[in-house]
């Protein structure tokens, strides 16, 4: 019989946990390649206690970023892939399969503040007509 810290240990799967750091050194089925498919290929996800968008980048791959814009939080399930990257809704912040912010509409000029902001993202395969990531 496993006590309550064993059994936590071995079954919580979140960020920062045991089990989910071992999960996450694996590949992990994220979708069927058919919900890329089509005018819209963005798609929401939940894969080990996170919450993640996934949609084919411009050159086609898949690319699997975080859900919530670190702007305002705005749900980028609803974004739109365009200029090679998926674009929050909201205020127009440019996401690449990295993770990394290639625009933000709003700044001035020659700012560079979108070069320090990063979203979570995990490498994507695709595999058979399934994504793994």
């Not at 750091?21 to 290929?41: I, K």
């Not at 892939?81 to 000029?109: I, K, M, T, V, Y």
Request: glycine share 14%.
């Amino acid at each position: 019989m496993l006590s309550r810290e064993e059994n936590e240990r071995l079954t919580r799967t979140g960020r920062g946990s045991p089990a989910g750091g071992l999960l996450r050194g694996y590949w992990q089925p994220a979708a069927l390649s058919e919900e890329l498919n089509g005018d819209r290929p963005v798609a929401a996800v939940r894969l080990l206690g996170e919450d993640l968008v996934l949609f084919r980048n411009g050159d086609g791959k898949p690319a699997l970023i975080g859900r919530a814009c670190p702007h305002r939080g705005v749900d980028l399930a609803y974004g739109r892939c365009e200029d090679g990257g998926l674009r929050c809704p909201f205020h127009g912040w440019l996401f690449s399969s990295d993770g990394s912010c290639l625009e933000q509409p709003a700044e001035p000029e020659g700012s560079n503040f979108h070069t320090r902001i990063r979203q979570l993202s995990y490498p994507c395969v695709e595999q058979n007509g399934m994504v793994f990531a």
